[in-house]
C-alpha cells in the first residue's frame, strides 16, 4: 500500500504518525515537502518506510513523472495553495484514486472565504474526494466547502503524545514546589497577539500585584516587544527534549492569539499536564480547553481579558493547580498520533 503526501513544511508532529502508517499499516510513504518557505530549522528524521523529496527539485513535469513511479493508493494534499500540486490531484482523481485535502483553517465567514466555498462547491469534486480536518470549527468549514459528512475525517493534527505524556509522572514533585511561571511557545508575530501579551503581563503585575514571571519561547520579528520588561525572559525556539524540561519547569500554557488556525503548541501543553490560558481566537481551544476545568479563555482583543486570566491562575492554590494539569492531561487524549494515523487509513480501509 502506498501513500503520496503532498505537503507543505515538514514538523517534528509527523514523525510519530509516519510512523504508524509504516509499522502498523505496513505503508510505503513517499513525502513531497517544501524547502523553500522554511520558518523553522526543523530537518525531516530518515526512516524505514519513509521517502522524502525535496519541492525545489521537482517541477510538474518530474512531479507528474514520480508520482507516476510511485503509483498510489492514495493522495494527501496539504491545501490547495500549491498549484502543481492540484494539477497532479485532479489526474488522479479522474482515475477513482482517494484524494484527501488536509486543512485546519477556521471559518470566519471573511470576503475570501466566502468566495473559496464557492469555487471548492463548484470545482472541489474534480481534484478532493474528501477532506481531513483538526477539530469543530474546521469540520464546519469543510462544510461551507461543500464535502458532506460521509467525506469528512476528523483528528487531522497531533502532537507527539507518547513524548509530552511523560511528563505526567512528574506531577508529584510539582505538588511539593509547583513553578509560577507563564509560558508561551510560538513565533513573535502579529497574529499571534505577542504585543496583548505583554501588554497583559504589565497589566497583571501591575494592577493586579501578580507574582508569577513570564517566558516565551520562540522567534519572530516582534521579539523586540520584551525588551525591557521586568520578570519577563526570552529563549530562542528548542528542539522537543529542551521543551519538555521548559513545560516541566512552568506553571501554566499561554497562548494569546488574535486568530490562530490549529496551534500544536497548545496540544503539547495540555500533553505535557498544564493548565491552560487560551484566547477565543484559537481554533482547537474548544477541544482542550474547559473554561475552569484546566484552564481559563479570554477574548481575543482584551488585554484586561487576559490578565485577569493570569490573575485567576495565579489565586489558585497549588492543589487546585494540580487538578488542572490532571484535567489538562485527560483531554490531550482527545486525539493522538494513531488515531490521526487510523482516521486518514480508515479511507482505504473501508473500501
Not at 15 to 29: A, Q
Request: overall charge positive; aromatic content about 12%.
Amino acid at each position: 500500500m502506498k501513500i503520496l503526501y503532498l505537503y507543505s513544511e515538514l514538523s517534528p508532529y509527523l514523525r510519530p504518525v509516519f510512523d504508524i502508517y509504516v509499522k502498523t499499516y505496513g505503508v510505503e510513504l513517499h513525502v513531497v515537502h517544501w524547502d523553500h518557505t522554511r520558518r523553522t530549522p526543523y530537518q525531516p528524521v530518515l526512516m524505514d518506510g519513509v521517502f522524502y523529496y525535496k519541492r525545489s527539485e521537482y517541477n510538474l513535469a518530474k512531479l507528474k513523472k514520480l508520482t507516476g513511479e510511485i503509483v498510489p493508493d492514495l493522495i494527501y494534499v496539504v491545501g490547495w495553495m500549491d498549484m502543481d500540486y492540484l494539477r497532479i490531484t485532479r489526474k488522479y482523481r479522474a482515475r477513482g484514486i482517494p484524494v484527501i485535502v488536509g486543512f485546519d483553517d477556521n471559518w470566519f465567514g471573511n470576503f475570501r472565504q466566502r468566495l473559496g466555498s464557492l469555487v471548492m462547491r463548484s470545482i472541489g469534486r474534480l481534484f478532493f474526494s474528501h477532506a481531513f480536518v483538526s477539530f469543530a470549527r474546521q469540520y464546519e468549514f469543510a462544510k461551507r466547502m461543500g464535502f458532506k459528512d460521509e467525506n469528512i475525517i476528523s483528528n487531522l493534527l497531533s502532537c507527539d503524545t507518547h513524548l509530552f505524556h511523560g511528563l505526567h509522572s512528574k506531577l508529584p514533585a510539582k505538588r511539593i514546589n509547583y513553578p509560577h511561571t507563564f509560558v508561551y511557545i510560538g513565533r513573535f508575530s502579529q497574529e499571534k497577539g505577542i504585543d496583548l501579551l505583554v501588554q497583559a503581563f504589565k497589566l497583571y503585575r501591575n494592577k493586579f500585584a501578580g507574582t508569577w514571571n513570564l517566558l516565551c519561547v520562540g522567534g519572530g520579528g516582534l521579539r523586540c516587544l520584551f525588551d525591557g520588561v521586568e520578570n519577563l525572559k526570552v529563549l530562542d525556539f528548542v528542539d522537543q527534549t529542551k521543551m519538555l524540561s521548559i513545560l516541566d519547569t512552568s506553571g501554566a500554557f499561554v497562548m494569546p492569539s488574535y486568530k490562530d488556525m490549529c496551534p500544536l503548541a497548545v496540544h503539547e501543553a495540555a500533553s505535557a499536564c498544564l493548565p491552560l490560558i487560551l484566547s477565543s481566537g484559537v481554533g482547537n481551544k474548544s477541544t482542550f480547553l474547559i473554561d475552569g476545568f484546566n484552564g481559563y479563555s479570554f477574548n481575543s482583543t482584551s488585554v484586561r481579558g487576559l490578565a485577569l486570566a493570569m490573575h485567576k491562575i495565579s489565586l489558585l492554590a497549588d492543589s487546585e493547580l494540580i487538578e488542572m494539569s490532571e484535567h489538562s492531561y485527560v483531554l490531550s487524549k482527545r486525539v493522538s498520533p494513531e488515531i490521526t494515523a487510523a482516521s486518514l487509513m480508515s479511507i482505504l480501509l473501508n473500501e
